[in-house]
């Protein structure tokens, strides 16, 4: 047996449990959740983009920050990277149907910030009070 068939049943024999220090589901939500990622997946919630439309699309994001969550959200499984042999080099990314999924679940919960900011922000100034 390999060591990544050692890996895979140690991995089968374990219950994802988020909040068990050790839980490799613990890094998949660090990535999904990070300032970045969830941005990232919001935007390819509504199709392909290239790299330079993303940073266009989300404010403030580095090219460096951009390029990490991308390749993150990649390793996870949730983006696809998908290279054109042109010139110039053009690259596209967009979700995996696991990343769409994912996507979907993020939707909701920026939606319900978004619906629920006034709300929020008037607990917040009534605390700061």
Not at 16 to 32: F, G, K, N, T, Y
Not at 40 to 49: A, R
Not at 83 to 90: E, F, G, I, K, N
Request: glycine fraction near 6%.
């Amino acid at each position: 047996m390999t060591p990544s068939d050692n890996a895979q049943k140690t991995l089968s024999q374990l219950s994802p449990d988020v909040l068990a220090a050790e839980c490799p589901s613990r890094q998949i939500l660090a990535h999904l959740t990070s300032r970045w990622g969830t941005l990232v997946m919001l935007v390819l919630l509504s199709g392909t983009h290239r790299f330079s439309a993303l940073r266009r699309r989300i404010g403030g994001v580095s090219e460096r920050m951009l390029a990490q969550t991308l390749q993150q959200l990649e390793a996870d499984g949730l983006v696809t990277r998908r290279v054109h042999d042109v010139v110039p080099p053009h690259v596209d990314y967009s979700l995996t149907d696991l990343g769409h999924e994912a996507g979907t679940h993020l939707a909701a919960l920026t939606g319900w910030i978004e619906d629920n900011l006034p709300r929020i922000l008037a607990r917040g100034q009534d605390r700061a009070a």
